[in-house]
Structures are given as C-alpha cells and as structure tokens.
C-alpha cells in the first residue's frame, strides 16, 4: 500500500513539472514571436513614407539629378523638407536636401558624384553604423585646430562623405550652421541631439520613385 502511495505521488509530482516546463517554453515562445518584425513590407512602407514628404516638384527635381538618390526614413518630430536644390556645377551631379523645425533646428542630407574634400577635425565624435553605409564617425563640436576655430568659432556637425557599396557616389549628413549665413538658404541656428543625429544617419536608403 506504501509502495503504490509513494508510486502515485511521484508520477503526480513529475506530471505537475513535465506541464510547469510546457507553460514555460510556451510562454517564452509567445514573448519572442510579440516583438515587432522588420518585414520587407514594412521597410517598403518607410521608403513610400519618405517619397510622400516631397511634392510633385521636388520629386521632378531629384528625378533630374541623374543619380541615386539616398533619404532618411526616420525624421525627427516636427521637421519638414525646407529646401530641395540640385547641383549647378556642370562637372558634377548632386542635390541638397534641407529639413528644418520651426524653432530653426536643421539638417541636411548633400550628395554628389565626384570632386569632394572632408572637412577638418572637431572636439567630439559618435559611431554609427549604417546599413547602407556601413560604420563611421559622426563629427560634431568646434573645430580642434585653433587657427579654424578663430576663423569660424561656432559649433558644427557633420560626417565625412560616405560612399555605397557598387556605386560610385558620395552623400553625408551636415547640421544647422553649414547653413546659417549661406545667402538665400533658411534661417538655421540650432542642430539636433548628436544621438537624433546618428537615428537619421542610419535610416538612410535610397529612394525608390
């Protein structure tokens, strides 16, 4: 009698823990299928996203370019496109995309094909890395050489210029005082968080019309 009480309490015992382990592997199952999945559907509605913040206009402009055309697919909250120009210069294709807040907080995605130069060093810098690009350096701060820094003491930010796998083609990122005294462009005095930064330059892809 002892041996069939003690027979049926351990087969009770190990049934409540084979069911308390099933719950758990379940549970853990549905934690990791709730979180959210970057579909090529949802990276498609980014890049349609991105298309809709230019008008019909703007889009002739870019299409005009005659080059790869690369956006951001996340803007910060309560940036719009400013301007949209093309590159003059008849040795080189290119564009500039503006985006400005109304406290005059700006950013700019350039671009062109050849004939570039990198701007000099300044105090602080901010890794990214950039599924188009690749890593890099985000530059931001005052200039570290002195003579530059007398020449132009306010703060800038930018990276140097950034090429694409199997395309021949420079873009970078540039903050507000690139354009803060540049006649006929916006009124730009403040720049975004070094980190909203890095946010924009990693969501850059190209733009599919």
Same mark, same amino acid.
């Given at each position: 009698?002892?041996?069939? &009480?003690? %027979?049926? =309490?351990?087969? %009770?015992l190990l049934s409540?823990?084979?069911?308390?382990?099933?719950?758990?592997?379940?549970? =853990?199952?549905?934690l990791k299928n709730s979180s959210p999945v970057n579909t090529p559907s949802n990276y498609r509605n980014k890049i349609k996203q991105s298309t809709a913040r230019f008008s019909p206009k703007q889009?002739?402009?870019?299409? @005009?370019?005659?080059?790869?055309?690369?956006?951001?697919?996340?803007?910060p909250s309560g940036f719009k496109i400013e301007t949209l120009s093309n590159n003059s210069d008849k040795n080189y294709k290119g564009?500039?995309?503006?985006?400005?807040?109304?406290?005059?907080?700006? &950013?700019?995605?350039?671009?062109?094909?050849?004939?570039?130069?990198?701007?000099?060093?300044?105090?602080? %810098?901010?890794?990214?890395n950039s599924p188009l690009f690749g890593k890099g350096?985000?530059?931001?701060?005052?200039? %570290?050489?002195i003579y530059l820094r007398k020449q132009s003491p306010l703060s800038e930010m930018t990276t140097r210029w950034m090429e694409p796998k199997n395309y021949q083609a420079f873009y970078r990122f540039n903050g507000a005082n690139w354009?803060? @005294?540049?006649?006929?462009?916006?009124?730009?005095?403040?720049?975004?968080?070094?980190?909203?930064?890095?946010?924009?330059?990693?969501?850059?892809?190209?733009?599919? &019309?």
């Amino acid at each position: 009698m002892k041996k069939t &009480f003690l %027979t049926t =309490t351990l087969l %009770t015992l190990l049934s409540l823990a084979c069911a308390s382990v099933s719950h758990s592997a379940i549970a =853990t199952a549905q934690l990791k299928n709730s979180s959210p999945v970057n579909t090529p559907s949802n990276y498609r509605n980014k890049i349609k996203q991105s298309t809709a913040r230019f008008s019909p206009k703007q889009i002739q402009i870019l299409k @005009s370019v005659g080059m790869k055309i690369v956006v951001p697919t996340y803007i910060p909250s309560g940036f719009k496109i400013e301007t949209l120009s093309n590159n003059s210069d008849k040795n080189y294709k290119g564009y500039t995309v503006i985006y400005r807040r109304n406290d005059n907080a700006c &950013f700019s995605i350039e671009a062109i094909n050849g004939g570039i130069g990198d701007e000099p060093d300044l105090e602080h %810098t901010l890794p990214y890395n950039s599924p188009l690009f690749g890593k890099g350096i985000l530059n931001y701060g005052k200039y %570290t050489d002195i003579y530059l820094r007398k020449q132009s003491p306010l703060s800038e930010m930018t990276t140097r210029w950034m090429e694409p796998k199997n395309y021949q083609a420079f873009y970078r990122f540039n903050g507000a005082n690139w354009y803060s @005294s540049d006649k006929g462009k916006p009124k730009c005095n403040k720049d975004i968080s070094p980190t909203e930064a890095v946010k924009v330059i990693n969501s850059l892809q190209y733009l599919k &019309f």
